[in-house]
């Protein structure tokens, strides 16, 4: 495809549910980043993957989420027991290894906790 | 830790004003600073700087980068409605096994009235 897709679009979900979100890096890109961003604020760091492995997952929040890129183009992030302060957009970018600096974006998941 | 700063956060002017974007930063070890515009979800890439007092320009929009001021600003002339948006400032942030993590500022919010 042209560009980073994600899905899906939106999710609502209830407080303690788990949940699945999708990213669909530019082909041939190899890096692949999620970020998190809350209402009011810039996008935060959550995962970086260099081909299949998670390379840095120093900004997952806690151990209820994670992520796998297990052939080293899809990523889908994983979030167990989710709650309130979990609602947020879930952004994935990916950039060609070497030019790490320049990222592209998806269209993002919204996600909802009730 | 690398901080970027933003302002101002919100700014509203008519069709046609010029208007001056800023952005301030403390990173450990600069390589760039990046512009991005968010419309809906979806942040687009709009400039990379890495050098100082080289503009970069794009139509009505360009940008400044000031590394002995750490600053950054991006400029649009003769605004649109269709520049109604967030803007988003970034360095990356290199964590090692090339990751190049973004850290964005909060964004300003430019809403442009006919």
């Known amino acids: 495809g042209a560009g980073v897709s994600q899905t899906p679009s939106n999710k609502v979900t209830e407080k303690g549910k788990y949940v699945e979100l999708r990213c669909d890096p530019i082909?041939?890109?190899?890096?692949l980043y999620w970020y998190r961003q809350s209402l009011g604020q810039g996008p935060e760091f959550l995962i970086y993957?260099?081909?299949?492995?998670?390379?840095?997952d120093s900004g997952l929040p806690n151990d209820r989420f994670f992520a796998v890129r297990p052939e080293g183009s899809v990523s889908t992030l994983k979030i167990q027991r989710t709650e309130r302060g979990d609602s947020a957009v879930y952004l994935c970018?990916?950039?060609?290894?070497?030019?790490?600096?320049?990222?592209?974006f998806g269209p993002g998941t919204r996600l909802t906790v009730t | 830790e690398d901080k970027v700063v933003q302002s101002p956060l919100s700014l509203v002017v008519h069709e046609g004003d010029t208007v001056t974007l800023n952005c301030s930063y403390e990173?450990?070890?600069?390589?760039?600073l990046l512009w991005y515009k968010q419309e809906k979800k979806a942040p687009t890439f709009l400039f990379m700087l890495?050098?100082?007092?080289i503009e970069k320009k794009s139509g009505r929009l360009s940008s400044i980068l000031d590394k002995k001021e750490l600053s950054s600003i991006l400029n649009i002339t003769a605004t649109q409605t269709g520049d109604s948006a967030i803007y988003l400032c970034?360095?990356?942030?290199?964590?090692?096994?090339?990751?190049?993590?973004?850290?964005f500022g909060k964004g300003t919010k430019l809403s442009v009235i006919p």
């Open positions: 990173v450990t070890n600069f390589r760039s």
């Open positions: 890495t050098s100082s007092g």
């Open positions: 970018a990916s950039s060609l290894i070497g030019q790490g600096s320049e990222q592209y």
């Open positions: 970034a360095v990356p942030s290199y964590s090692g096994a090339g990751s190049y993590q973004l850290t």
């Open positions: 993957f260099q081909g299949t492995g998670a390379a840095d």
């Open positions: 082909s041939g890109h190899t890096a």
